[in-house]
């Protein structure tokens, strides 16, 4: 998963039909491709399996489909030797050259795609990742060449006769100005007429996919003491009925998924196939990450997983009876993925090749068969004070390196630490860390800063001061 842009999706009626057509030539491909749940194998993280080990934990769990978030030929030539569908990603920072110039399109696809195909089965190239959740004056200049980056890809795989390799991008649904109800679905001013227009126009035209990064726990999450965790987990009894079509829906993900099916609409593409690059539920998180636990994320992925390998396919409330290819997120947990804890525990796999929780991706096994989970003690709000210290363990180098940093933003923030004042002793980069992480945290939490640096922080709620040292804290 890239960054999660923090989508505010209002859920004003949680407690509370329109025909696709699938041309028949291309029903048998696109059921094989739904039909097969796939996972999303990023590796950022230090304490990940090989390659070689990785791909066989993709296979033991019964995936249809892996994506990459790169072009790794190592993974890449691997993967030859099994049966697995392969998505395969062009990088942000690559995007520009590749959309000016036709010649660099043809290198990214002489060295990424050629080497491989057919005898690795890429189906996707993804160019780009989420680009519309930036928005610096250089990341509206990879705007303005995605689609041209897109067209060149293209040209390149057919003049080297390949042309059952689709192309597409991945995005968020922070791409949507409002969402709710469903068909209020409306993309943001800025993107509509020049990236979203010409994007669709080449979706369309290439039979490809809207590649969709679509997670229910964030619009769940802002609000979950009036939001119904039942309808975001597939459990609901409820359903809301959309006021302007009449449609009901059951589940919260339908919503979004409608809301940017409507959103297509109003741009003249009606027809254009989703598919979920990614989804998912955190299996844990920070103290304040309400719902981020083993039971939500299970019940989450296995009903996620029955839902979407249904035969004949359940499709939405919009496109009843529409396959849509689908990609968990994610494969492992990643520890060196920066921001709030939910960002490193994504993982259906511990690095040890262990399941976290029982899950079949193929679908076939009933939900009721699958293993107990633990109760779950986090989906109300926590109450009271946090705060956040040095990890068990960690290198007294870096965290005098992360202390330094913590300390020379403000001079009020490691006061307390100065020789003779009241949190000089004990005298210990861990203490000292401890404070300093503490104290910048509840200094700047309202600026967006976290519990992390660089992995080096948790969050506890027990109190690490003294009678004499009291540590700041943040208040939930």
Not at 44 to 67: D, F, M, R
Not at 358 to 363: A, Q, V
Request: aromatic share 10%.
């Amino acid at each position: 998963m890239a960054s999660f842009a923090l989508f505010i999706f209002t859920l004003v009626a949680l407690s509370s039909s329109c025909s696709y057509a699938i041309g028949p030539q291309n029903n048998k491909t696109l059921l094989s491709l739904a039909s097969r749940i796939g996972i999303n194998y990023g590796r950022l993280g230090n304490n990940l399996p090989s390659p070689y080990q990785s791909i066989n934990l993709v296979k033991s769990i019964k995936a249809g489909h892996v994506k990459l978030y790169d072009a790794d030929q190592e993974t890449l030539m691997l993967l030859s030797q099994t049966n697995l569908y392969v998505t395969i990603m062009v990088p942000n920072n690559q995007i520009i050259s590749i959309g000016a110039d036709q010649a660099a399109a043809n290198n990214w696809v002489n060295t990424n795609v050629l080497p491989h195909y057919p005898q690795t089965r890429i189906r996707f190239v993804l160019v780009g990742n989420e680009i519309l959740s930036y928005n610096s004056d250089q990341d509206k200049q990879i705007w303005a060449n995605l689609v041209p980056a897109m067209r060149k890809i293209v040209n390149s795989l057919r003049a080297r006769g390949i042309h059952n390799i689709k192309v597409g991008t991945p995005l968020a649904m922070d791409v949507l100005r409002s969402s709710f109800p469903p068909s209020n679905g409306t993309f943001r001013e800025e993107v509509a007429a020049p990236v979203m227009l010409p994007l669709l126009k080449f979706l369309n035209g290439t039979n490809s996919f809207f590649f969709l990064d679509v997670y229910p726990y964030f619009p769940w999450s802002t609000d979950p003491v009036n939001n119904h965790l039942d309808f975001a987990l597939f459990e609901s009894n409820s359903t809301y009925t959309d006021p302007q079509t009449g449609l009901v829906y059951t589940n919260l993900l339908d919503q979004m998924l409608d809301s940017v099916i409507f959103a297509m609409t109003k741009l003249g593409y009606p027809n254009v196939r989703l598919a979920m690059s990614e989804t998912g539920w955190p299996n844990s998180g920070d103290i304040d990450e309400t719902g981020a636990n083993i039971f939500n994320a299970a019940t989450y992925n296995r009903n996620l997983i029955k839902k979407m390998t249904a035969n004949p396919p359940l499709g939405t409330p919009a496109r009843r009876g529409s396959p849509i290819p689908t990609f968990l997120f994610s494969l492992f947990n990643e520890n060196q993925k920066p921001g709030s804890g939910t960002e490193r525990h994504w993982g259906i796999l511990n690095p040890n090749g262990t399941q976290i929780y029982d899950i079949d991706l193929s679908g076939t096994r009933p939900v009721s068969s699958l293993g107990s989970l633990p109760k779950p003690n986090n989906n109300v709000p926590f109450k009271g004070n946090v705060w956040c210290v040095a990890v068990e363990g960690a290198n007294e180098t870096e965290l005098g390196q992360a202390l330094d940093f913590a300390c020379g933003r403000s001079n009020a923030t490691c006061a307390a630490l100065a020789p003779g004042r009241e949190c000089y002793a004990p005298v210990s980069v861990t203490w000292h860390a401890s404070y300093a992480f503490s104290s910048y945290w509840a200094q700047f939490r309202n600026q967006s800063s976290q519990c992390y640096f660089n992995g080096l922080a948790r969050e506890t709620t027990t109190n690490p001061g003294n009678e004499q040292c009291k540590f700041p804290s943040v208040t939930l």
